[in-house]
């Protein structure tokens, strides 16, 4: 498309949700004289386990339409089932098959919205592909080399640049994050103004494009539900106060191991791939004087292992492991080489502040280690280290 002053416009395809942050996020690339159009994608079907009322795909699908008709942009649909179920559900399943804790949301950026997403926009002649997440971008020079700096949002409560910490420099060169400056209710108050469909919509929730789930009745569509133990773990068992050589990061990476003789039983469950280090909720054991957390998962002998309180030992962890292959650099040209080791702001989960540490490469991979001890830390999980409010790099915790 030619402005009135005979230049092409840039064509931007956006991701069109059906939430009210990809609604404003569209607008606000119109208001900067980008060519916008408008792409809904789907990616899933199945409904099993999925709790009733939420993130039905129709409904969606029927906001991101109206939005686009509000904001005279073209609108076009795809169907990304396949892709998502291949790249990212069963990634899930077998991660909790293996007894650890996959982020899907981190995976589905990475798999989908910045590469098969991102080639379906390309076939409708985009020049960049945008998407609402509060995030932001910037670029820099470095010997003569332009990078893409992956920022955090301006709105502290809503940064979301822990989710796309797996993305490249070359997937960061075609992305745009329009509301990435603006704050959740100026993008409440625009949506208003402007009288887009979705300025009351709530925000979604749960697994991305799945939406809540009771995550036993979901991941039972492949994983068999098997009875085992509970067993509580003493906060004075032996294990907490061993010596570890200080230098020695791969002994202090390594997860407190347990067994039965190590406690006593205290209850029974469905699955020990069910559960998650930290998990409060599920376990339906009462008659303690502080609610029961679990501290560890045995999967190959299907046992399940709590501590009393949330300042049980067995939740907190110092050091973590990512193994070679799975350290990625969103900045490249910062990357460690083996026995260098750097200050960063650390963060193992969506929201979660920024704790202070640094993290050591060694051969077998990244050591975290963080200045205080950190909660509910699972394998599978994603780790993110930032310098400021920069991604530097990301790797999913080894065990």
């Known amino acids: 498309m030619i402005d009135l002053l005979g230049v092409m416009k840039q064509k931007v395809v956006i991701g069109l949700s059906g939430g009210v942050d990809s609604s404003v996020a569209a607008w606000v690339l119109k208001e900067q004289g980008y060519e916008v159009i408008g792409l809904f994608m789907r990616n899933w079907h199945d409904t099993t386990g999925t709790l009733s009322g939420d993130c039905p795909w129709y409904d969606d699908q029927v906001f991101a339409e109206l939005v686009a008709k509000r904001l005279d942009i073209p609108f076009h649909y795809v169907d990304l089932s396949e892709q998502y179920r291949q790249r990212v559900v069963d990634y899930m399943f ?19 919205k910045f590469d098969v997403f991102m080639e379906e926009a390309f076939r409708l002649g985009a020049d ?16 003569g080399k332009t990078y893409y700096r992956l920022l955090a949002g301006v709105d502290g409560n809503k940064d979301q640049s ?24 100026e993008v409440r ?29 979901f991941l039972q569509q492949k994983l068999a539900s098997r009875k085992g133990k509970v067993v509580l773990i003493p906060r004075d ?44 909720k599920g376990l339906n054991i009462g008659g303690f004087p502080e609610p029961l957390f679990i501290i560890a ?4 002998n299907n046992v399940i292992y709590v501590g009393q309180g949330d300042s049980h030992p067995g939740l907190y962890r110092s050091v973590l492991h990512v193994a070679a292959e799975e350290v990625h650099w969103v900045r490249p040209d910062r990357a460690l080489a083996v026995g260098e080791s750097c200050p960063f702001s650390l963060r193992i989960r969506y929201r979660q ?14 050591y975290l280690l963080f200045d205080e001890p950190q909660r509910g830390a699972a394998a599978g999980q994603f780790a993110s280290w930032y310098d400021g409010d920069e991604v530097i790099g990301s790797g999913v915790i080894f065990k």
């Open 189 to 217: 108050r625009i949506a208003l103004e402007q009288k887009l469909a979705t300025a009351k919509r709530k925000d979604s929730q749960g697994i991305c494009f799945v939406g809540k789930v009771d995550l036993p009745v």
């Open 237 to 280: 068992w032996e294990g907490y106060s061993r010596q570890v050589d200080v230098d020695d990061l791969a002994e202090r990476a390594k997860p407190y191991i347990y067994t039965e003789s190590d406690g006593r039983v205290v209850g029974e469950h469905g699955g020990a791939q069910f559960y998650t280090i930290g998990q409060r």
């Open 94 to 112: 077998s991660e909790y098959e293996k007894g650890r804790t996959p982020n899907p949301d981190v995976l589905c950026n990475r798999e989908i």
């Open 162 to 185: 822990y989710f796309l910490c797996q993305l490249s420099q070359e997937q960061l060169s075609k992305a745009l994050f329009p509301i990435g400056d603006i704050v959740k209710p």
């Open 128 to 143: 960049f592909v945008a998407t609402g997440h509060y995030c932001r971008k910037e670029e820099v020079v470095v010997d």
């Open 353 to 366: 502040p920024l704790q202070t540490g640094r993290l050591e490469m060694r051969e077998e991979g990244a």
């Open 297 to 300: 998962t045995d999967v190959e």
